[in-house]
């Protein structure tokens, strides 16, 4: 069983340009998150999603970011028009099912490492 | 946007010591979580606090939670250089989604 798996692991691009950083949760987990993790900082909720659709992108920065989920497993995060302060490490997690007020587990996978110069 | 602060950001001990990391929050939580975290890379969940529980215990982890206060605590005991690492708290306020403070830095010497 392998864990969540995140590629890139690391990304440098100039600013303007366009990225995807894609993200394989473990197989049969309903629930996905993004992460940001700027340097120094803690990781910073971006966008979950429960099946294919997204149930909070609440925390998506403006409308340069975007997150998809198709099929309900693989993820890719979209960010148009990169700036140099997206710089920052972007962590995936999956979980087995998102119930309210109920623990469950996020498994992390080792994140992309996102520089635009 | 963080939830909390760990204290203290950064804790240097010699291996075999005890290593105490506090933690404050600011709003109601469903729970608390521990997370260590290696180079700056992926996270592991370490020990899950319930907001009504008040100790936890996992091997030599103790977690202790005082939500009058909101703040809780990670002691790590007889200290390894192997826990050399940065260690979160994250709260569960019930919406799924976890809520990171900005992290401790422990680092334990030979």
Redesign the interface.
């Known amino acids: 069983g392998a864990g969540v798996s995140q590629t890139p692991s690391n990304k440098v691009t100039e600013k303007g340009k366009y990225v995807e950083l894609r993200c394989d949760p473990i197989s049969g987990h309903t ?1 996905l ?1 993004w ?1 940001r ?1 700027s ?7 971006l966008i ?1 999603f429960q099946g294919t659709g997204a ?2 992108d609440s ?1 998506l920065p403006n409308d340069r970011f975007f997150a998809v989920r198709p099929e309900g497993s693989v993820s890719t995060l979209k960010i148009q028009r990169t700036e140099r302060g997206d710089s920052a ?1 972007y ?1 995936c ?1 999956s979980s087995l099912t ?4 109920n ?9 992309t ?1 996102l520089t635009v110069l | 946007s963080q939830q909390g602060e760990e204290d203290p950001q950064a804790l240097s001990i010699q291996e075999g010591e005890n290593a105490t990391m506090n933690c404050s929050y600011k709003t109601s939580i469903n729970n608390l979580q521990w997370y260590r975290q290696n180079s700056g890379r992926g996270l592991v969940h370490l020990i899950l606090i319930r907001s009504n529980e008040r100790e936890k215990h996992s091997g030599r982890l103790r977690v202790t939670l005082d939500t009058s206060k909101k703040s809780s605590s990670l002691l790590i005991t007889a200290s390894r250089a192997a826990d050399t690492a940065s260690y979160f708290c994250a709260t569960d306020e019930g919406y799924s989604t976890l809520t990171f403070g900005k992290g401790t830095m422990l680092l334990v010497s030979p």
Do not use: H, K, S, T
């Open positions: 629930a998150y992460y993790q340097l120094g900082q803690g990781p910073e909720f979950y149930a909070d925390g490490v962590l997690a998102v119930l309210a007020g623990y469950n587990e996020q498994f992390f996978g080792p994140g490492r």
